[in-house]
């Protein structure tokens, strides 16, 4: 029995962690689809996990649209920040970036 809780707990939020892993190299096409399907598949008993991905899952938006700003692809990076705003609307930082690209664009 303790074999499985161990295999379980390594195998658990496999989703998650793989999301996790690829925000943190830079792979944010890969970020976004784990972390999507992460939240997707998130049990109510799960509520961490579920909380976690939607904090990554924005944070991985942010992040891909700062480095299409870079890049001076700005309607990509317009819709990475409507993607991360989408997903937490209460989030003044994206609210405010995204004004801040507008204006700077006209």
Not at 31 to 37: E, N, S
């Amino acid at each position: 029995m303790r074999l499985l809780k161990s295999v379980r707990s390594q195998l658990g939020n496999y989703q998650l962690k793989s999301g996790i892993y690829h925000f943190h190299r830079g792979e944010f096409q890969q970020a976004i689809a784990y972390l999507t399907k992460a939240l997707q598949t998130a049990a109510e008993n799960e509520e961490t996990d579920r909380r976690l991905a939607l904090h990554y899952l924005t944070q991985t938006h942010l992040s891909a649209a700062e480095t299409f700003e870079e890049e001076g692809k700005i309607e990509k990076a317009i819709q990475s920040y409507r993607a991360a705003i989408d997903l937490r609307p209460d989030y003044p930082d994206l609210h405010f970036r995204l004004a801040q690209l507008r204006s700077r664009t006209g």
